[in-house]
């Protein structure tokens, strides 16, 4: 006898379409979609697809900035896929700085095996100049994050750093070194995170098995198991 899967409830999808507006990290390759075949000329569809590893919403592995750390397929699945916990910090100005005290009241909440996810509310911003000069938390924080036992950080904004065109930003990549040094993965270009289920969330950012790759895109959604 076969036993029917309850389906899971409240599924809302945390990613941006990918097209060749997608904005993209200063110095980052542009996105490019263009059709390989089409039905009238070839009877199949095949889109080409050119983009960086870190296009869209994308996961970032610890060889993103350490160069013996973990690749993207080399990670443990569980990092992709677990309880949510939504840290909502919106309000910070442009370039603000998320601080441990803006996380206390979610911090009985962390944990091993828990997905941290900040609400900056940046992604409103999606598409215009505006989205690059997102909040991003610092160093001290990222610490405290990690010593909780966390070791999935994610974000609707570009970098869990602060976004420079020229150079690196003021207090370097301090929350990435940490993170990624903690042999953790980072999320970047999350969207709708106001949506994610208030009871029970479960979080799935499982990325694309690229070979040996310092990260890779996501199709991150979130929902509420049955029961």
């Known amino acids: 006898m076969t036993r029917s899967v309850p389906p899971v409830r409240d599924v809302v ?5 990918l097209d060749d ?4 990290y200063p110095g980052d390759p542009v996105a490019r979609f263009s059709p390989a075949t089409t039905v009238a000329a070839d009877g199949y569809n095949v889109l080409h697809v050119r983009m960086g590893s870190q296009t869209g919403t994308h996961v970032d592995a610890p060889y993103h900035f350490l160069e013996d750390g973990p690749r993207i397929d080399e990670i443990p699945l569980e990092y992709f896929l677990g309880p949510a916990v939504v840290a909502d910090v919106r309000g910070k100005p442009p370039r603000g700085r998320i601080e441990w005290s803006d996380l206390a009241p979610w911090a009985d909440r962390l ?11 940046w992604d409103e911003h999606w598409g215009t100049d505006a989205y690059f000069d997102h909040p991003y938390l610092t160093g001290d924080a990222a610490a405290r994050v990690v010593a909780a036992g966390v070791r999935t ?7 869990l750093d602060e976004t420079v065109v020229d150079g690196e930003p003021a207090d370097g990549f301090a929350a990435h070194l940490t993170v990624l040094g903690a042999g953790g993965v980072i999320v970047e270009n999350l969207r709708d995170l106001g949506r994610v289920p208030a009871v029970d969330p479960v979080v799935s950012v499982l990325p694309l098995r690229l070979a040996g790759a310092d990260g890779a895109p996501v199709r991150a959604v979130a929902f509420r198991l049955p029961g």
Do not use: N, Y
Request: no cysteine; glycine share 14%; hydrophobic share 35%.
């Open 13 to 17: 999808d945390l990613s941006h379409p």
């Open 153 to 159: 950080v994610g974000l609707d904004a570009l970098s």
């Open 21 to 24: 507006d997608t904005p993209v």
């Open 111 to 121: 944990g091993p095996g828990r997905i941290l996810l900040l609400r900056t509310g």
